[in-house]
């Protein structure tokens, strides 16, 4: 049974910082991508940032600078360290896995929360 496993969401003032994980277990090929995405109330879910199994990263203009997204490939997991955190980041932060080819997959994560009071 695939799963992706979230934690070191919570509330945090602006400017602070926060650290937030995604185990995945059950996967028994490469991943190619993980990767963050989140949704705000009344908006659509968009990507804040996205890792490669070789390290490639990319990141959303609103993130850049601020946030970092690594990974250990050995253990399935990838991170997002937040700094300089603004009200606007407050959404709830879904992990992702994927992979493209003969064997294609995309799984999601349950989800954790991110509030950030002004």
């Known amino acids: 049974q695939v799963q992706l496993v979230e934690s070191g969401g919570g509330l945090v003032q602006a400017g602070g910082s926060l650290r937030v994980s995604c185990v995945a277990s059950g996967i028994f090929f490469t991943i190619n991508t993980m990767g963050w995405y989140r949704q705000a109330p009344g908006k659509q879910r968009e990507l804040v940032a996205i890792?490669?199994?070789?390290?490639?990263?990319t990141y959303a203009d609103s993130v850049k600078g601020r946030f970092t997204i690594s990974r250990d490939n050995a253990k399935n997991t990838v991170y997002l360290q937040m700094n300089s955190l603004k009200p606007e980041d407050t959404a709830v932060y879904y992990c992702n896995a994927g992979r493209v080819g003969v064997v294609r997959f995309d799984y999601w994560g349950q989800g954790t929360q991110v509030t950030v009071s002004s």
């Open positions: 890792i490669t199994s070789g390290g490639t990263t």
